[in-house]
């Protein structure tokens, strides 16, 4: 199993920035990918960003695209997501998920922490 715990949500203005961060312990040599996804009370979960483990390489979804940046630390287990030039529309639990493979999907998931943007 892959354990994930978030960090760094909090209560900001628009155009303010976060960090958030997501540790991972347990069977980490098994991730290929990590990702954050959102969701907003009373919606649908939504893919924000992935990097690949091994690769380093990137993907966005198109409503975070240049504001957002996803980043690893490949010895502390950790990856990032930079949130800059935040919106009202940003504000969302925020998610980190793992996957086992290319083939699999995100099956590891954080608790989640609490992003809101105040207008």
């Known amino acids: 199993q892959v354990q994930l715990v978030e960090s760094g949500g909090g209560l900001v203005q628009a155009g303010d920035s976060l960090r958030l961060s997501c540790a991972a312990s347990g069977r980490t040599f098994a991730t290929y990918a990590m990702g954050w996804f959102r969701q907003p009370p009373g919606k649908e979960r939504e893919f924000v960003a992935a990097?690949?483990?091994?690769?380093?390489?990137?993907y966005y979804a198109d409503s975070v695209e240049g504001r957002f940046t996803i980043s690893r630390d490949t010895a502390k287990n950790t990856v990032y997501l930079q949130l800059n030039n935040l919106k009202p529309e940003d504000t969302a639990v925020y998610s980190c998920?793992?996957?086992?493979?290319?083939?699999?999907?995100?099956?590891?998931w954080g608790q989640g922490t609490q992003v809101t943007v105040a207008s």
């Open positions: 998920a793992s996957r086992g493979s290319a083939s699999d999907a995100f099956n590891y």
């Open positions: 990097i690949i483990w091994g690769s380093g390489s990137s």
